[in-house]
């Protein structure tokens, strides 16, 4: 395909050319960025679609019969339904359990809020230099300012692999081949749970 790119071509509009591999290079980053959020929102409308539906191929009433992708479609293509409004159902969902680790939830719920954060102030900001230095120039509860640096890409990396990891570990154990232990997800760990190994695990003996 060939799209409108922030990263085409070499030249920047009021950018030097000294500046403009620089100035490219954090817009690609931008980027991978936001494509790294919609990876994430995925990722937990996978851990909601089985949550929410679990195994059944649909919903029946008399004759008529929903099938479950379309379920799944209708809930979570719907553009009133949110990232935001995923990571509310998933965590209420979560806390609900009187055996999981309040701790490791509020941590899941910390990262997809950072995700949600800086996928929209990446999306929505503008890149710029100031002096030699580049800033995300974004609004959020006002008008705010981040200096790119490769410390703050490694905070953000953290922020999306961490809810991105949890999110398919909670797959696993919705799905099964996870127990909660293995996941640190329970608060204690009971004798009688056993680990599972996922189905490719006695493949590679």
């Known amino acids: 395909m060939n799209l409108p790119s922030l990263v085409h071509g070499t030249a920047v509009p009021g950018v030097v050319p000294a500046c403009a591999e620089e100035l490219l290079r954090h817009r690609q980053n931008a980027g991978e960025i936001v494509v790294a959020g919609v990876a994430v929102e995925h990722a937990l409308s996978e851990v909601l679609g089985n949550l929410l539906f679990g195994s059944v191929q649909g919903w029946h009433c008399g004759k008529l019969h929903i099938s479950k992708p379309y379920l799944e479609a209708l809930f979570f293509e719907n553009k009133s339904v949110t990232l935001d409004s995923k990571r509310h159902l998933l965590i209420s969902a979560l806390e609900s359990s009187e055996r999981l680790e309040p701790q490791k939830i509020k941590e899941l ?97």
């Open 109 to 205: 719920d910390r990262n997809i809020r950072k995700v949600m954060d800086w996928r929209n102030a990446f999306a929505h900001g503008r890149i710029r230099f100031k002096g030699e230095k580049v800033y995300l120039a974004y609004f959020k509860n006002g008008l705010k300012q981040e200096e790119l640096t490769d410390d703050f890409y490694t905070k953000i990396e953290s922020y999306f692999w961490g809810a991105y990891n949890e999110a398919f570990n909670l797959l696993g154990i919705v799905l099964g081949w996870l127990e909660p232990v293995r996941a640190g997800f329970w608060k204690t760990t009971p004798a009688e749970i056993l680990i599972k190994k996922r189905p490719d695990d006695d493949k590679s003996d």
